[in-house]
């Protein structure tokens, strides 16, 4: 029988013992193809499939996340533990250099945090699941926000100059004055983003004559194109 663990892995097509980033970018491309903005709204069959599988990606990747950052315990024999040296039976509290990643709050911010005029500037991002959230007037100057999913982002009036957002997922977001300047947007998804009065001034959207981002129903009015142009 299956167990539950199993299980997971199996919602999100994993082998078991995949790592952390292969968790990852297994739930990001799932999202990507069931996310109910990219199926038919009058398909009430397909909508309903759609929600149901979010919250079975949503809960395994949670699942595996969480045991994938299950600190680890270490036991010792009792060889190594004599009773009245017990100052050194616990030496792991003294090793707060086992998980740097409490000192970098931006990496995992809580769910539905508002992280507006923040200052992520040059942090890594990369990979991160940022849906939702509020980042307006945040300053994401030289970040990499390289594959990181951003659906519905909040980023009115925020800083992404010279920012990677190489491949990042950005379907449906607030880009109003937003400033992209020298931003790398190659392979980026755009669709549907409010990107009115935004600064795309000199940014990397092109390879050749080929324009490598979506911008599928984009909303581009007053905004400055690489060019310089402002679009009408």
């Given amino acids: 029988m299956m167990s539950e663990l199993?299980?997971?892995?199996?919602?999100?097509?994993?082998?078991?013992?995949?790592?952390?980033?292969?968790?990852n970018q297994a739930y990001k491309d799932?999202?990507?193809v069931w996310h109910p903005d990219r199926l038919p709204k009058d398909n009430d069959r397909?909508?309903?499939?759609?929600?149901?599988?979010?919250?079975?990606?949503n809960e395994a990747r949670e699942k595996l996340r969480s045991l994938q950052n299950k600190p680890q315990t270490f036991t010792y024999s009792r060889s190594t533990q004599?009773?009245?040296?017990?100052?050194?039976?616990?030496?792991?509290?003294?090793?707060?250099?086992?998980?740097?990643?409490?000192?970098s709050n931006y990496q995992k911010p809580p769910p539905n945090s508002d992280l507006s005029g923040k200052d992520f500037s040059r942090a890594n991002l990369s990979n991160r699941d940022l849906s939702g959230r509020n980042l307006s007037y945040a300053n994401l100057s030289g970040s990499n926000?390289?594959?990181?999913?951003?659906?519905?982002?909040?980023?009115?009036?925020?800083n992404l100059s010279e920012a990677n957002l190489f491949r990042a997922n950005l379907l449906l977001a607030d880009l109003r004055e937003a400033n992209l300047?020298?931003?790398n947007l190659v392979g980026a998804d755009l669709s549907g983003a409010d990107l009115r009065g935004a600064d795309l001034t000199g940014a990397k959207i092109r390879s050749g004559e080929r324009l490598l981002v979506k911008l599928i129903g984009a909303n581009l009015t007053g905004a400055i194109m690489p060019n310089g142009e402002i679009h009408r």
């Avoid at 199993?6 to 995949?18: C, D, N």
């Avoid at 004599?82 to 000192?103: A, G, I, L, M």
């Fill in 6 to 23: 199993e299980q997971y892995y199996r919602v999100l097509e994993l082998e078991p013992g995949a790592t952390l980033e292969e968790i």
């Fill in 30 to 32: 799932l999202v990507f």
């Fill in 46 to 57: 397909l909508q309903q499939k759609a929600q149901d599988k979010l919250k079975a990606f």
């Fill in 82 to 103: 004599p009773k009245k040296t017990s100052n050194y039976q616990q030496p792991k509290k003294t090793s707060n250099y086992q998980q740097p990643k409490k000192t």
């Fill in 145 to 158: 926000l390289s594959d990181t999913f951003m659906h519905k982002v909040n980023l009115k009036g925020a």
């Fill in 181 to 183: 300047s020298y931003t």
